[in-house]
C-alpha cells in the first residue's frame, strides 16, 4: 500500500505562488538586503497582497482561514529563497497572530488580527530574557496591575520583528511568588513606541534580514484590557504555541534543505574541473543524495506533524502529548539538516561557497540558528525522550 503525502489542487498553487512571487520579487534584492542587514522595506505589504499574512486565521478578521499544513508551504516555499524572511513571516503569523486568534478575547481579536492580517502591522512575539532562553519559566518581566493598565518593567532579547514590528505579544509575571503559575499575556502597539519602552536591533551572523531586537520595559503601561487568555494562566499560551511554532518553523530550515540541494546540482553540473562537471564525481553524487534524502526525510516528518495537528480540536500540545513530541522531532530534524545540507552545499561550491555574494553561503549563516531557536536541539532531545518514557 503506497502512503501518499501529495497535496490537494489548492495546495499545489499555493506553493507555486509563494515560490515564483519569491523568485521574481525577493530573490533579486536578497544579496544586498543581506548585506546591508535590513529586511525588505515592502516585503510584509507584499504578502499581504499574496493573502498570506493571516493564512491560519478566520476569514472574518482578514485571514485566509487555512491550516498549519498550508503555514507550513509558506514557511517552506519562502524559505528557499529566504531562510530568515521566511522566519520573520512565520514568527508574525505563528508566534503573534495565531496566538492572539487562538487565546485572545473578540474585543482584541477585532482591535489587532485585521491590521495584521492585511500587511498593515507586523508582529512579534517576546518570551526570551537575558537570563531564561531556554528555562522560559524563569523570566523576571513583570506587570503590576494600576488601576486600569498594568506597569511593566523588564526586558526581552532576541525578539524576531520587533525593530519594525507593530503588535508585540509577550509574557509577564503577573505574581511572581507562584513562579510560572503566576504567568499572564500582554498584548500592545509598539508603533508608536510607548513611554518605558526600548528596542535595540542585535547585529546578527545570519538571519540579517530578519531584524531582530533587545527590549526594554521600564514603568511601560498597557491597558489591563490587552489581557491575553486568563490572569496568571499564560504559561498554558506559551506552551501551547510551542508547538505550532515548531512545526511550522521547520519550514524555514526545508526551504535552505531544499535550496542547497538545488544550488549544488546545478553548480555542480556547470562547474568543470580536471575536463568533467565535477556532477560526475562520484564524492559529489554521494553528498547530493545524502542532500536529497534528509530532505525528503524532514519534509514527511514535518508535514506529517502539520496534519496531525490540523486533524485534532485541541492544538495545544504541551507536556504529556503526542504533539508536544512530534513537534520537537520536527524541528529537531529539520533544523540539523538543514545546516548538514547547507555545509555539505558549501563543499560542492568550494571557495565560492565561501563568499558571500553566493547564496549557498547566506543559506548556511541563517540555517544555523534552527539547531537554537524556539528550543535549542538539546531541549527538543529532552522532550522527545521525556514523552517516550512517558509511553513506556
Not at 478566520?58 to 516555499?77: F, N, R, S
Not at 484590557?225 to 499560551?237: D, H, R, T, W
Not at 514527511?300 to 490540523?310: C, Y
Request: charged fraction near 25%; charge should be neutral; aromatic fraction near 8%.
Amino acid at each position: 500500500m503506497a502512503i501518499s503525502m501529495a497535496f490537494s489542487d489548492e495546495q499545489k498553487m499555493l506553493a507555486d505562488m509563494i515560490y515564483k512571487w519569491g523568485v521574481n520579487w525577493l530573490d533579486p534584492q536578497m544579496e544586498h538586503h543581506d548585506e546591508v542587514d535590513e529586511m525588505p522595506k515592502d516585503f510584509f505589504k507584499e504578502t499581504g497582497k499574496l493573502g498570506i499574512n493571516g493564512l491560519c486565521i478566520d476569514e472574518k478578521y482578514g485571514g485566509a482561514g487555512q491550516g498549519y499544513t498550508e503555514v507550513l508551504i509558506g514557511t517552506l516555499e519562502i524559505g528557499r529563497i529566504s531562510n530568515a524572511l521566511s522566519m520573520t513571516w512565520g514568527a508574525h503569523l505563528c508566534l503573534c497572530v495565531d496566538n492572539i486568534k487562538r487565546n485572545a478575547n473578540e474585543d482584541i481579536k477585532q482591535r489587532f488580527l485585521p491590521g495584521l492580517c492585511d500587511g498593515t502591522d507586523i508582529g512579534c512575539l517576546g518570551i526570551t530574557e537575558p537570563n531564561a532562553g531556554s528555562d522560559a519559566m524563569a523570566m523576571r518581566t513583570t506587570a503590576k496591575l494600576d488601576g486600569d493598565s498594568y506597569i511593566v518593567n523588564g526586558s526581552k532579547i532576541f525578539i524576531t520583528n520587533a525593530p519594525v514590528g507593530q503588535v508585540l505579544l509577550f509574557y509577564v509575571k503577573t505574581n511572581p511568588e507562584l513562579g510560572p503559575k503566576g504567568m499572564s499575556a500582554l498584548v500592545t502597539r509598539i508603533d508608536p513606541a510607548p513611554e518605558g519602552y526600548s528596542c535595540n536591533k542585535i547585529k546578527k551572523f545570519g538571519m540579517r534580514t530578519s531584524p531582530t531586537g533587545e527590549l526594554g520595559f521600564n514603568d511601560m503601561r498597557v491597558p489591563k484590557e490587552n489581557l491575553v487568555g486568563e490572569l496568571n494562566k499564560g504559561v498554558a499560551i506559551l506552551t501551547g504555541g510551542l508547538t505550532t511554532e515548531r512545526i511550522t518553523l521547520s519550514g524555514c530550515a526545508l526551504g535552505s534543505a531544499k535550496a542547497a540541494l538545488d544550488l549544488s546540482a546545478k553548480y555542480s553540473k556547470e562547474r568543470v574541473q580536471f575536463g568533467k562537471p565535477i556532477a560526475e564525481q562520484g564524492q559529489i553524487q554521494y553528498k547530493l543524495a545524502n542532500m536529497y534524502c534528509r530532505y525528503e526525510t524532514g519534509r514527511m516528518l514535518a508535514f506529517n506533524a502539520a496534519a496531525f495537528v490540523d486533524s485534532l480540536t485541541d492544538k495545544r500540545g504541551g507536556k504529556g502529548t503526542d504533539l508536544d513530541m512530534m513537534a520537537a522531532a520536527s524541528l529537531l530534524y529539520c533544523g540539523e539538516i538543514g545546516t548538514q545540507n547547507c555545509l555539505d552545499g558549501i563543499q560542492i561550491h568550494g571557495g565560492y561557497g565561501y563568499c558571500l555574494e553566493y547564496a549557498i553561503n547566506r543559506h548556511f549563516r541563517d540555517s544555523k540558528l534552527w539547531e537554537i531557536g524556539a528550543g535549542t536541539s538539546e531541549v527538543r532531545r529532552m522532550i522527545i525522550a521525556r514523552e517516550l518514557l512517558r509511553k513506556y
